[in-house]
Nanobody
Framework: QVQLLESGGGLVQVGGSLRLTCAASGHTSEYTNMGWFRQAPGKEREYVAAVSRWSSGITEYADFVKGRFTISHDNDKNMMFLQMNNLQPEDTAVYYC????????????????WGQGTQVTVSS
C-alpha cells in the first residue's frame, strides 16, 4: 500500500502562485508514475499533469495548464510537486495526488492510489 498526502493548497488572488506537494509513504517502491487531478464543484475529476518516476522524469500536461503549471518528482524523498503560476478563477478546485503502477496516463482509472485532496481557491 502507498499512502499519499497533499499539502500547499489555499486562497490566492488571480495571477498568483501556489506550490502543491504530495508526500508518498508506505510501500513507495510500488508506484512508477504520479499525477495530479482536480475536481471543481459539480464537475467531473479532470487530469492536470503526470510525471514518470523513472524514464528521466518524463512529464505530461493537460492543454489548459501548459506554460503555467510545472510538475516534478523527487525520487529520494518520494515527493511530487505542482508549481502553479498565473492562477485563474477556473483553476479553483480540489487538487488530488495519485500514484500509478503502470505508465503515465490522463485517465483516473489508471491510478491505484489517491490522496484526500487539497483545496485551491482563486479569487477575482
Amino acid at each position: 500500500q502507498v499512502q499519499l498526502l497533499e499539502s500547499g493548497g489555499g486562497l490566492v488572488q488571480v495571477g498568483g502562485s501556489l506550490r502543491l506537494t504530495c508526500a508518498a509513504s508506505g510501500h513507495t517502491s510500488e508506484y512508477t508514475n504520479m499525477g495530479w487531478f482536480r475536481q471543481a464543484p459539480g464537475k467531473e475529476r479532470e487530469y492536470v499533469a503526470a510525471v514518470s518516476r523513472w524514464s528521466s522524469g518524463i512529464t505530461e500536461y493537460a492543454d489548459f495548464v501548459k506554460g503555467r503549471f510545472t510538475i516534478s518528482h523527487d525520487n529520494d524523498k518520494n515527493m511530487m510537486f505542482l508549481q502553479m503560476n498565473n492562477l485563474q478563477p477556473e483553476d479553483t478546485a480540489v487538487y488530488y495526488c495519485a500514484a500509478s503502477i503502470v505508465g503515465t496516463s490522463n485517465m483516473p482509472t489508471s491510478y491505484k492510489y489517491w490522496g484526500q485532496g487539497t483545496q485551491v481557491t482563486v479569487s477575482s
